[in-house]
């Protein structure tokens, strides 16, 4: 009796213990995929602006002060606050009038776009947010 009792919780524990590191394998692999572009990929961005050397260093400055703001939000376990008027607010001292202008258009144009990462997921629909479905 007690090696069946034994045999029956080491195969429980072995099976506890394999779902277990498979769940660790798939968050590891999200935390891979939610991987935000570099500093120097998300300054590509900005490359048809014909930005100063003054500019793209303040730019600079702008967007890792923005991703250590979302790190440090991933670290506490909570979600990034999606404060994009702060940031175009930022950017706007930064770029001149006609290049904030042109910033503006391509950014609507980027959100109406069919690649667009919420419009893929159901996020957003006619500029408003629609129910997920479960």
């Given at each position: 009796?007690?090696?069946?009792?034994?045999?029956?919780?080491?195969?429980?524990?072995?099976?506890?213990?394999?779902?277990?590191?498979?769940?660790?394998?798939?968050?590891?692999?999200?935390?891979?995929?939610?991987?935000?572009?570099?500093?120097?990929?998300?300054l590509k961005k900005f490359d048809a602006?014909?930005?100063?050397?003054?500019?793209?260093?303040?730019?600079?400055?702008?967007?890792?002060?923005?991703?250590?703001?979302i790190k440090k939000s991933f670290e506490?376990?909570?979600?990034?606050?999606?404060?994009?008027?702060?940031?175009?607010?930022?950017?706007?001292?930064?770029?001149?009038?006609?290049?904030?202008?042109?910033?503006q258009q391509n950014r609507e144009e980027?959100?109406?776009?069919?690649?667009?990462?919420?419009?893929?997921?159901?996020?957003?629909?006619?500029?408003?947010?629609?129910?997920?479905?479960?």
């Amino acid at each position: 009796m007690k090696k069946v009792f034994l045999l029956a919780s080491m195969v429980m524990v072995i099976t506890v213990s394999a779902q277990q590191r498979a769940q660790n394998q798939k968050s590891d692999e999200r935390k891979e995929q939610r991987q935000r572009p570099s500093v120097d990929d998300q300054l590509k961005k900005f490359d048809a602006y014909q930005l100063t050397s003054e500019q793209k260093k303040n730019l600079k400055s702008l967007i890792e002060s923005r991703d250590a703001e979302i790190k440090k939000s991933f670290e506490r376990g909570e979600r990034p606050k999606r404060n994009m008027n702060d940031f175009d607010a930022k950017l706007e001292k930064i770029l001149d009038k006609d290049q904030y202008k042109q910033y503006q258009q391509n950014r609507e144009e980027r959100m109406k776009s069919k690649n667009f990462s919420m419009r893929k997921k159901g996020g957003f629909k006619d500029g408003k947010q629609s129910k997920k479905q479960v």
